[in-house]
Structure formats: structure tokens, C-alpha cells
T-cell receptor
């Protein structure tokens, strides 16, 4: 089956620094990837749609300059949280769109900003 | 918000009992999917039901869909401790974006 990986699985960073999270589709090409954010005991909220070779589409209320998304290849999308603050601490999950509009989810990245 | 609602928010049952959780959504859909998430982990796809289907089975899982009521239910029969997790429904409608429900936290007591 289709596999999506995320790296790192956990990251702790200091307030004010930036952190990059990678999302890779391992055995298929994905022109579209999605980034979600999940707070403890809450549901997944779509942050943005990442399109290979073009700008990401952000959901309402998501700061583009805060959450930089780059989809440089058909197998890799990155999310960079810039000038991170404690309120950015969360669980970030990516997914990759398959051939039939299904989505394959990564295992998630736990970000803690101190 | 377009987010779907799930109920109950939390459910605690004994091993061997059945667990039923419900999902309601707001717009017409192409399909509805159910996912399981263990604490701090990624999502595991359980089952997909299309808008023209009314019921689907997969092992101990039974999903129903009532498009007139904009609702779906997930039944887990003969529950096991390993079924302890959060369960989410996700809908697609018109676009390939997923809209997730609020989730049900299921705890199965051994």
C-alpha cells in the first residue's frame, strides 16, 4: 500500500526559532499533499493544500508567512514553522493524495516550542 | 465551521460489547470515510462508503450512511481492548479536501 513518512516524528525547539517538517510519499508520486494540525484530544484541521510546482493554498485563518509550505518534488512537501512560539506547539500531520482522490496519512510530527 | 460533529465525544465499554459512534455532516458529500487514531499516532483508514451506498461491512466493522439525514454510524462488534482509540469520520464533497468530524474517544475495558 501507499506509504507516507514524516520527519522528524518529534521536535523540540526554542521560541523564536524555525523548524522544518518533511512529508514524503515513499512509493508513489503525489502532486497534491495536505497539512493538518491537531490539538490534544481534538480533530484534524486542514491548514493548507500543497501543490507540486506551485504555491500552496491556505485555509482561512492560517498565516501564510508563519507556516511556509514548499512542494518541490512529486514526493516531498515541507512545512516550516517560522519564528515558533509556544502556541504553535501541536501535532502536525500530512497526507498525500493518491490517484483516486484518496489520501494517505503520515504518522505525524509532535512539535513542542519551549 | 464545516466540521462534522461526532457523538458521543467519549465512550467507555467493556470488552466484548458493541460500540456505536455517529457522525453528522453539513453538506452533500461524495463519500465518507472512517479513521482510527491511537494516542499520538497517525491515522489508520478503516472504511470508505460512497454517497450511493447505504451500508458497508469490513470484518467487525459496520458502517451505515443516511444521506437524507446527513449522518453515518460506525459499529464495532465484539470490541477488544486493542480497539481503544479515537475514531474520526471524514467527508469529501465536490473537492478532494477532507473535512474531519470532531471524533469519538473509545475506551474498551478488559
Amino acid at each position: 500500500g501507499a506509504v507516507v513518512s514524516q520527519h522528524p516524528s518529534r521536535v523540540i525547539c526554542k521560541s523564536g526559532t524555525s523548524v522544518k517538517i518533511e512529508c514524503r510519499s515513499l512509493d508513489f508520486q503525489a502532486t497534491t499533499m495536505f497539512w493538518y494540525r491537531q490539538f490534544p484530544k481534538k480533530s484534524l484541521m486542514l491548514m493548507a493544500t500543497s501543490n507540486e510546482g506551485s504555491k500552496a493554498t491556505y485555509e482561512q485563518g492560517v498565516e501564510k508567512d508563519k507556516f511556509l509550505i514548499n512542494h518541490a518534488s512529486l514526493t516531498l512537501s515541507t512545512l516550516t514553522v517560522t519564528s515558533a512560539h509556544p502556541e504553535d506547539s501541536s501535532f502536525y500531520i500530512c497526507s498525500a493524495r493518491g490517484s483516486w482522490d484518496e489520501q494517505y496519512f503520515g504518522p505525524g510530527t509532535r512539535l513542542t516550542v519551549t | 465551521s464545516q466540521q462534522g460533529e461526532e457523538d458521543p465525544q467519549a465512550l467507555s465499554i467493556q470488552e466484548g460489547e458493541n460500540a456505536t459512534m455517529n457522525c453528522s455532516y453539513k453538506t452533500s458529500i461524495n463519500n465518507l470515510q472512517w479513521y482510527r487514531q491511537n494516542s499520538g499516532r497517525g491515522l489508520v483508514h478503516l472504511i470508505l462508503i460512497r454517497s450511493n451506498e447505504r451500508e458497508k461491512h469490513s470484518g467487525r466493522l459496520r458502517v451505515t450512511l443516511d444521506t437524507s439525514k446527513k449522518s453515518s454510524s460506525l459499529l464495532i462488534t465484539a470490541s477488544r481492548a486493542a480497539d481503544t482509540a479515537s475514531y474520526f469520520c471524514a467527508t469529501t464533497s465536490g473537492t478532494y479536501k477532507y473535512i474531519f468530524g470532531t471524533g469519538t474517544r473509545l475506551k474498551v475495558l478488559a
